[in-house]
């Protein structure tokens, strides 16, 4: 599997905020077809996040057009949503967006209709502070 470029740093981010990475990656079957989505992982005190298991498709936009970006990343995610919807029903999606894209090309309306279509959840994280700056649920 290949690693996104900002892998390390989204892991770390996650680390920092009280999440311990349970898979990497967090590999899945259904029918057959195996899915390897980035990271799978749980609070380190399951109280003070309700016990939340979560699965995390990172993606960094770093190639030449953000649209076809994006269309890779919403098709990965709602592939991802349906399988673990079979797998393991109670472990949410996100996908980890870098800032700076969150900021200019995911405030767009037809962009945020698209995500709110496919139901996802994002992690916006800084790469260069390895921190996550917002959960937008």
Not at 48 to 70: N, R
């Amino acid at each position: 599997m290949a690693r996104d470029f900002y892998h390390k740093q989204v892991k770390a981010a996650l680390e920092a905020d009280g999440w311990r990475i349970t898979h990497d990656p967090y590999e899945m079957t259904v029918d057959t077809i195996g899915y390897e989505i980035d990271l799978g992982a749980e609070p380190l005190i399951a109280a003070e996040k309700g016990g939340e298991k979560i699965a995390v498709e990172i993606k960094s936009f770093i190639g030449p057009s953000t649209i076809t970006e994006f269309h890779r990343a919403v098709g990965q995610f709602n592939d991802y949503f349906v399988a673990m919807e079979i797998v393991e029903p109670e472990r949410v999606l996100y996908l980890a967006i870098p800032e700076n894209v969150y900021r200019s090309f995911f405030q767009k309306p037809v962009i945020q209709k698209s995500v709110e279509r496919i139901g996802g959840k994002i992690i916006v994280y800084d790469p260069a502070e390895q921190k996550i700056v917002s959960w937008i649920k």
